[in-house]
């Protein structure tokens, strides 16, 4: 199988475990956006995120509205320029974050055709990095 096609088993069996999961479905834009948030240097702010994402101001301003009602992100006020609001990371998305990171680990095993117990034997030996609870919440 080919590197791409086996890249998108793994991505498809990641999506799968999530969709299966009890908890919301997010669309592209804003697990797109949930991960610039966590995996990368704060601050963040929506003008920001729009050039790093290359998509409308008011495209981030609706899925952060979404990330926000699940409480996976909170904005704040700038308090060194009142302009300004900043994204900020919260407990719960970090915690979203390393479950779904878990399932693509899952699926990684999967697609790679281990057993439980294989897998198991290989994180033991630290071949297959086990995700750490994401950095930093604000």
Known sequence: MSRNLEALQLWRG??????????????????????????????HTVRGL??????????????????GRLGY???????????????QRTVKGSVFLTEFGQMVVDAGKQAAGMSEEEAFALEQAALIPIPEPLATVA
């Open 14 to 43: 990641a999506l799968v475990a999530s969709v299966r999961k009890d908890g919301p479905d997010l669309s592209a834009r804003q697990l797109a956006l949930l991960l610039t948030v966590y995996l990368t240097s704060p601050p």
């Open 50 to 67: 729009a050039a790093t994402l290359n998509v409308s101001k008011p495209a981030i301003t609706r899925a952060l509205d979404r990330l």
């Open 73 to 87: 992100i909170k904005r704040k006020r700038d308090q060194d320029d009142r302009r300004n609001v900043l994204v």
